[in-house]
């Protein structure tokens, strides 16, 4: 994907938490923040793009600054509009049909709700790649010794590369088989449970392949309702319990260590991390 190229070319010497305006720079798109109705959208001028990032009217001057200052370059910027702005950027190269003098002109854009969604789609995935590149992520956690299958390494993580643990944890599941396989991390894996009411619900979720047979797979989706109904949802405001649990499934028996911690102080969202003791064992 070209979109991913560009981006890990300039996150090649750069340091933690990459700016953004450097892609913003490569792809002609000027910055600005304003008070908004969306997030952010993306908006084509002569020369090149507009993106609009949503911020109140005192905020404005600050964040222009920020930007603007290469230092920071949009390392400072809060999870949320890194997000926002690196999905815009996304669109920008979602423009085809250039012109002559090599102008975006047109916009790739779907006419049905499913083509929109599958573009919007595209996008977030991108905006992933570029706040949270393969390369950066796997040589962070080599050189830090991380112990990845730990809430503070994956704290760690969202601190330094300055994203959501949603956004980490999508990017994670593309790597986690990777990163196992170079002998990065144990067997186990990262889920963000959300508890609604008195069920609990899998947001998302990285494991290692290993992890991945322990459960079975129900039309092509994972069942993880034996785990979350194993997960005790005790309410604690400290955040981190370890639960040695023999958890099975009908083609394999694996002791676990399950460690939760609430990300919010009304215990709605908590990440679980999920470290298999020995392979797994098929019965
Ligand atoms: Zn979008």
């Given at each position: 994907m070209n979109f991913a190229q560009e981006a890990s070319a300039h996150a090649e010497h750069t340091d933690l938490p990459l700016p953004l305006r450097p892609l913003a720079?490569?792809?002609?798109?000027?910055?600005?923040?304003?008070?908004?109705?969306?997030?952010?959208?993306?908006?084509?001028?002569?020369?090149?793009?507009?993106?609009?990032?949503?911020?109140?009217?005192?905020?404005?001057?600050?964040?222009?600054?920020?930007?603007?200052?290469?230092?920071?370059?949009?390392?400072?910027?809060?999870?949320?509009?890194?997000?926002?702005?690196?999905?815009?950027?996304?669109?920008?190269?979602?423009?085809?049909?250039?012109?002559?003098?090599?102008?975006?002109?047109?916009?790739?854009?779907?006419?049905?709700?499913?083509?929109?969604?599958?573009?919007?789609?595209v996008c977030n995935e991108a905006a992933g790649l570029v706040l949270v590149p393969d390369r950066l992520v796997s040589s962070y956690i080599r050189t830090n010794a991380l112990d990845l299958l730990s809430y503070g390494a994956v704290q760690a993580l969202q601190d330094k590369f300055r994203v959501s643990p949603d956004v980490l944890i999508i990017r994670?599941?593309?790597?986690?088989?990777?990163l196992h396989a170079a002998d990065l991390i144990e067997h186990g894996g990262i889920l963000l449970i959300e508890r609604r009411a008195d069920t609990t619900a899998v947001?998302?979720?990285?494991?290692?392949?290993?992890?991945?047979?322990?459960?079975?797979?129900?039309?092509?989706?994972?069942?993880?309702?034996?785990?979350?109904?194993?997960?005790?949802?005790?309410?604690?405001?400290?955040?981190?319990?370890?639960i040695p649990c023999l958890y099975s499934t009908r083609r394999a028996?694996?002791?676990?260590?399950?460690?939760?911690?609430?990300?919010?102080?009304?215990?709605?969202?908590?990440?679980v991390t999920l470290r298999l003791k020995g392979s797994p064992q098929l019965v």
């Open positions: 720079d490569s792809q002609r798109a000027t910055v600005r923040f304003q008070p908004l109705l969306v997030a952010g959208r993306i908006a084509v001028v002569d020369g090149g793009f507009v993106v609009y990032i949503r911020a109140s009217t005192r905020e404005v001057d600050t964040l222009h600054a920020c930007f603007d200052d290469p230092r920071d370059g949009g390392r400072s910027l809060d999870v949320r509009r890194r997000f926002t702005l690196a999905h815009e950027l996304a669109h920008s190269f979602l423009f085809d049909d250039r012109g002559p003098d090599d102008l975006p002109r047109k916009p790739v854009a779907g006419t049905h709700a499913s083509e929109l969604a599958a573009l919007e789609r994670l599941a593309k790597l986690l088989p990777q947001q998302h979720i990285a494991l290692t392949p290993d992890a991945y047979r322990l459960f079975e797979r129900k039309g092509g989706a994972l069942d993880l309702s034996a785990l979350t109904t194993q997960v005790p949802l005790v309410d604690s405001q400290s955040h981190e319990c370890r028996i694996q002791e676990a260590v399950v460690t939760v911690a609430w990300l919010s102080r009304t215990n709605e969202r908590a990440l």
